[in-house]
């Protein structure tokens, strides 16, 4: 599998955090998994190497989920009341662990899609005249 984005290619803030291997691991693999076109090498005439735009969109994706996942905290809530006043602090993870979001996945297919731009099948040629006035 060809990698989409490695550890070099995050903020140098969170190149050290806990699990970043396995996080960037995991991000390459899930995009391989939805956009599978993000991984194609080229060797099969069918299956075209991504152009560079194309990868360095895909990077900007997976660079913000991962970015997402390592910020998203402990899954602490911690609360503050001073007289009436109140406030919490939630760092729980809400995308149910570390997944992409559906919009993510969105992006990714969109290009896939945008990489397949021609049209392969049928086509037909109008060979009727036409009648000017």
Not at 29 to 55: E, F, I, Y
Not at 60 to 69: C, D
Request: proline share 8%; hydrophobic share 40%; aromatic share 6%.
């Amino acid at each position: 599998m060809t990698a989409i984005i490695s550890t070099a290619d995050l903020p140098y803030a969170i190149q050290g955090a806990d699990l970043i291997d396995v996080m960037v691991a995991g991000a390459n693999a899930k995009a391989s998994r939805v956009a599978p076109c993000l991984t194609w090498d080229g060797s099969d005439v069918l299956q075209p190497a991504p152009t560079a735009d194309q990868r360095a969109e895909a990077k900007l994706v997976l660079i913000g989920a991962v970015k997402r996942w390592v910020e998203s905290g402990s899954g602490a809530v911690q609360s503050q009341t001073a007289g009436p006043f109140g406030m919490t602090i939630d760092t729980r993870p809400k995308s149910g662990g570390y997944n992409l979001w559906p919009s993510e996945i969105q992006q990714l297919q969109a290009i896939c899609k945008s990489a397949s731009a021609t049209p392969r099948g049928a086509f037909s040629i109008d060979t009727t005249p036409i009648v000017l006035p």
